[in-house]
């Protein structure tokens, strides 16, 4: 049985169709890439995942079990044992470092604060930032903020990691450094990852599968090296960043001309 599982899905706001028939599944343990170019539908997959939206039609099974279906119960349970890391991290500005990791413990335990400080401590080491527990995040440099926002996702141990474009506005030693942790920490903690995002030569080198999104439907699911390999269209010209391809420059809107002709 798979971990998470897309059957049919798709996606609508009103007429506007994002997703249609999205058919995939994630393995326990495996770390999947979403990817694909701006609007594709990437991180209305994400949100669809954390049930923030609801798909229009289509099942997503979570071990099993429709999503749409769990009791509010439930899908407490399924969030807590999700950890998201936000693009640009999404700390809370009028908390300390330690408060922002604690955050998540504090909401979802009824731990003593003395285990609180120890495992917040204990996280911080692991991203490579103790001794910053005391600091605002705005005297954090971008790297520094997103492994913060990194250290506070793992806080609870989470089964499901999910990366919302980690890597973007930071520099390449920052980025190099994001990607490592990324990778070590979701081996030690075993987790499922998903990760959506735009960058190809971090990425390609952490993950197990790419599942790669086109005009609302998937055009390629497969190992970083079959992509690299893939006659699609799509994917070729995202690879190579060719400013002609099936991806339109222009927004497919009526010339004055045509409009003129349709009154």
Same mark, same amino acid.
């Given at each position: 049985?798979?971990?998470?599982?897309?059957?049919?899905?798709?996606?609508?706001?009103?007429?506007?169709?994002?997703?249609? #028939?999205?058919?995939?599944?994630? !393995?326990? =343990?495996?770390?999947?890439?979403?990817?694909?170019?701006?609007?594709?539908?990437?991180?209305?997959?994400?949100?669809?995942?954390?049930?923030?939206?609801?798909?229009?039609?289509?099942?997503?099974?979570?071990?099993?079990?429709?999503?749409?279906? /769990?009791? +509010?119960?439930?899908?407490?349970?399924?969030?807590?044992?999700?950890?998201?890391?936000?693009? /640009?991290?999404?700390?809370?500005?009028? $908390?300390?470092?330690?408060?922002?990791? +604690?955050?998540?413990?504090?909401?979802?335990?009824?731990?003593?604060?003395?285990?609180?400080?120890?495992?917040? *401590? *204990?996280?911080?080491?692991?991203?490579?930032?103790?001794?910053?527990?005391?600091?605002?995040?705005?005297? *954090?440099?971008?790297?520094?903020?997103?492994?913060?926002?990194?250290?506070?996702?793992?806080?609870?141990?989470? #089964?499901?990691?999910?990366?919302?474009?980690?890597?973007?506005?930071?520099?390449?030693?920052? $980025?190099?450094?994001?990607?490592?942790?990324?990778?070590?920490?979701?081996?030690?903690?075993?987790?499922?990852?998903?990760?959506?995002?735009?960058?190809?030569?971090?990425?390609?080198?952490? &993950?197990?599968? &790419?599942?790669?999104?086109?005009?609302?439907?998937?055009? /390629?699911?497969?190992?970083?090296?079959?992509?690299?390999?893939?006659?699609?269209?799509?994917?070729?010209?995202?690879?190579? =960043?060719?400013?002609?391809?099936?991806? !339109?420059?222009?927004?497919?809107?009526?010339?004055?001309?045509?409009?003129?002709?349709?009154?």
């Amino acid at each position: 049985m798979s971990f998470l599982e897309f059957r049919h899905v798709r996606f609508a706001y009103g007429k506007r169709e994002i997703l249609h #028939d999205i058919n995939f599944s994630i !393995e326990a =343990g495996e770390f999947v890439a979403i990817m694909g170019g701006s609007g594709s539908g990437k991180t209305t997959l994400l949100r669809l995942i954390t049930r923030q939206l609801s798909p229009s039609s289509g099942e997503i099974l979570v071990e099993g079990k429709n999503l749409a279906t /769990f009791s +509010a119960q439930e899908l407490y349970e399924y969030r807590r044992a999700m950890g998201v890391l936000f693009q /640009f991290g999404a700390l809370f500005t009028d $908390l300390t470092v330690f408060d922002n990791v +604690a955050f998540p413990l504090r909401e979802h335990t009824k731990l003593p604060e003395k285990i609180i400080r120890d495992l917040v *401590l *204990l996280k911080l080491d692991a991203v490579g930032l103790r001794g910053t527990e005391n600091l605002m995040p705005s005297e *954090l440099s971008g790297g520094m903020a997103r492994r913060v926002a990194l250290a506070r996702t793992i806080a609870l141990d989470p #089964d499901l990691m999910l990366y919302d474009e980690p890597f973007t506005g930071l520099d390449p030693i920052s $980025l190099g450094v994001a990607a490592h942790l990324i990778t070590r920490l979701n081996k030690a903690l075993k987790a499922t990852g998903v990760i959506v995002t735009h960058d190809i030569g971090a990425s390609l080198s952490l &993950v197990d599968r &790419v599942v790669f999104l086109a005009d609302g439907e998937i055009v /390629f699911s497969g190992s970083p090296q079959q992509m690299q390999e893939t006659e699609s269209p799509w994917v070729k010209q995202f690879l190579s =960043g060719e400013r002609h391809g099936p991806v !339109e420059y222009r927004y497919p809107a009526t010339t004055t001309l045509q409009q003129d002709l349709m009154i």
